[in-house]
């Protein structure tokens, strides 16, 4: 008799196990300061915390309502309307998610046919494409250079053909920690004018910007917002990843297909935390002090590492800082990723992961969300390098 193994087909037949897990796993067995996996090692506010604690006890533990608790649902949208000036119908146009990640499995799933494309920039965060191509669609791949990782508008036109279906844009961007402009987003909306395609616009480290510079939400363009899902996450913003809470905001006819499928997929959300994350939401102070946490975060950071032998561009946003080896080592960022854990015991990510074919950039991705001691021992090890 044949065993399952022999007669099931994989439907991701190139996909591995995410290079999270693994690092997270290898940087545990070789007791290494983990700057891989973009996570805190701090905690959270301990009001949040109180909060949670509170829903908990005062017994919110049964399902919350699918398309998410409304005074939750009510607060995001003002959110939103104060910061990007664009109005969503709490009842109908936002919706609450584990996690931006599915949000943005679901906003694929709910549009994507077999044989549609979608265009995803690489470097580009995990999650996209598994999602794309366990759906039937195919990954078109748009190449950001680095050391700015600019986009090259004239590039993702010409990639545009009668089977797009949708765009998958990531501002501010893991892993690059660049950020879309305003004139970024006009031209992305001039090209998608009078097309019929979507576009999910990741934007998790929307609260995490520096130097004064501004977040330019898909939801600030009329045009483009008519068709984007804009995703965002509860978890990034405030030092909860493991609460696994985002949302995302779209037209309501988007949205309707939307809840078809997240209806099935999860039903609905942690019911404590979204209380807890309402309540938390009233003071806006919580996440407009993000910046300058963040900022100084960076600043000793890249402080620390004006002596080493390795090449950065400061990050523009985000919590990840690519850092250029290539005058160091000729390894591969696989290779000397995993000697340093190994040898250093300090954990990376290796950008060629979230590249086409392992495309070797030179870099190795790090993230500062950490507690001062952890960047100094750190940097202590890179200035050695
Ligand atoms: C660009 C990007 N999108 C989405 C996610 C996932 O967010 P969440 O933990 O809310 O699912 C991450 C997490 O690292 C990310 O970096």
Known sequence: MNSIKNTTTSKLPNVKTTIFTTVGNLARKNNAIDLSQGFPNFSADPKLLQLASNAIKDNHNQYAPMEGYYPLREIIASKIEKLHNKNYDPVNEV???????????????????????????????DCYEPAIEINGGIPVYVQLEGPDYKIDWSILKSKISSKTRMIVINTPHNPT???????????LQEILKNTNIILVSDEVYEHIIYDGKEHHSASRFNDLASRS????????????????????????????????????AVFCVDHPAQRAIAQYLKNEQNYLDLNNFYQEKRDFFLSRLR?????????????????DYTEISQETDEELA??????????????SSFNVASRQDGVLRFCFAKRKETLEKACDILCDL
């Open 177 to 187: 920690g660049r950020i879309f402009t305003k004139d970024d987003m006009l031209c």
């Open 95 to 125: 919706t609450v998610t584990v996690g931006a990640t599915q949000a943005i499995y679901t906003a694929i799933t709910a549009f994507v046919h077999k044989g549609d494309e979608v265009i995803v920039l690489k470097p580009a965060y």
């Open 338 to 351: 995993k000697s340093l854990i190994v040898e250093k015991k300090l954990a990376s990510i290796a950008i």
């Open 229 to 264: 899902f804009v995703c965002a996450s509860f978890g990034k913003t405030f030092h909860v990843t493991g609460w696994k809470l985002g949302y995302c905001v779209a037209p309501a006819e988007l949205m309707h297909e939307f809840r078809k499928v997240h209806q099935f």
């Open 307 to 323: 002596n080493s032998r390795l090449k950065f561009t400061p990050t523009e946003g985000t919590y990840f800082q690519l850092l």
